[in-house]
């Protein structure tokens, strides 16, 4: 009888998608040639919806524009097409609940609240980032954020106060589309942490952004963090302050700050601010042991986003072929080495018609920025995630 190598994957977002489709292209066909071994790919992942959260500065003002069924795709609908491996991948609905690096397993809970077991030969943690809110990323099974958005949507068009926390991409953005979507003039606030909008951003494209906004009709607050929020019983919200200070309004959008997904993992593979301890020249988790990776923005080995997580696949999958062929003594695949680039690169739409954005600290248009990400947030680019498209070479 021959041996069974589980190939697992925590998590099935961007990260997690992009890992298994490398995976299907271009490592399980040449570890069919192993000797009495089988291997198979197995995704586990809360939700067993992808959501192009992306978009989310859209959708949460127009799901119209947005619909879900066009935002959101069953997350093993993109690997019909590997026929071939059709019993080779496999798809487990759960939260990662712990891992065993001496045992080599993990563990996951149901949403039943049933923890299982499941051991594994190669381990790919891409469990992602959390924020405060199911608006900007999945808190679980994904009817919770669909639910979230559909009551938002609600909301806004009668909203007199509206407030958003976070000055990065995801809050300006926001505060840029509900500006721009609603006519009943509602008055904005957007509320920064620091000194400035998009910290990545020059001083000059920050101001830039901050005036496009402000045209808008968007009130901006600076040096200020929310530390709290409460609903009140009129319906309304009431947000505490740093300075003490609170604000109440009809809508309170808390788009600043994310934390990983690592709570499952044992202490010795965390890194800084609970980030997978993650090598950053290989991808590897070295202190997990042989075949464990990281990849995307639980990673750390990067300032996250989906540009970033480009960069990164390449390397994790000439990584994970070398372990993997000499492990099975099918073939030699030449290590790759990633190099981290922390340069000023963020697009960041306000409103459908204009933008702010740098791509390797080079400034871009106002239009060209709503042509490549204003139009439709990138959502023509999810097949590239969820079929692996760009994946065609290794």
Known sequence: MSETRNIVILGASFAGLNAAHYICRHTLPKLKQAKDVNYALHLIDPSTHFWFHIAAPREIVSVKEMPH?????????GFKQYTDLKDSIHFHQGSASGLNTDARTVLFKTPQGVEESL????????????????????????????????????????????????????GVETAGEIATHLT??????????????????????????QKMLEKLGVTIVYNTKTTGSKELPDGKTEITLDNGETMTADVFIPAYGVQPNTEFLPANLKGKKEYVATNGKTLRVDAAGPRVYSLGDVSGVSLGGILKLGASVPVFGANIN?????????????????????????????GAKGGVGAFAGWGMPSFVISMVKGKDYFLSTMPEHTEGTKLKKP
């Not at 559909?150 to 991409?169: F, H, Q, R, W, Y």
């Not at 009943?184 to 952004?209: C, D, E, M, Q, V």
Request: aromatic letters at 6%.
């Open 69 to 77: 069924n066009k935002c959101f795709v069953p997350c093993m609908d």
């Open 119 to 170: 051991p594994y030969h190669a381990l790919i943690i891409t469990t992602g980032v959390r924020s405060p809110t199911p608006l900007t990323t999945l808190q679980g099974d994904h009817n919770i954020t669909i639910k979230a958005l559909d009551e938002m949507n609600a909301k806004l068009p009668t909203a007199k106060e509206i407030v958003i926390s976070g000055g990065g991409p995801i």
């Open 184 to 209: 009943h003039n509602p008055r904005i606030t957007l509320i920064a942490g620091s000194s400035k909008l998009i910290p990545i951003f020059s001083t000059s494209r920050a101001t830039k952004t």
């Open 322 to 350: 070398h372990d993997l062929f000499e492990d099975a003594k099918v073939g030699t695949f030449a290590e790759r080495t990633y190099t981290r680039k922390d340069d000023e690169t963020q697009l960041v739409p306000i």
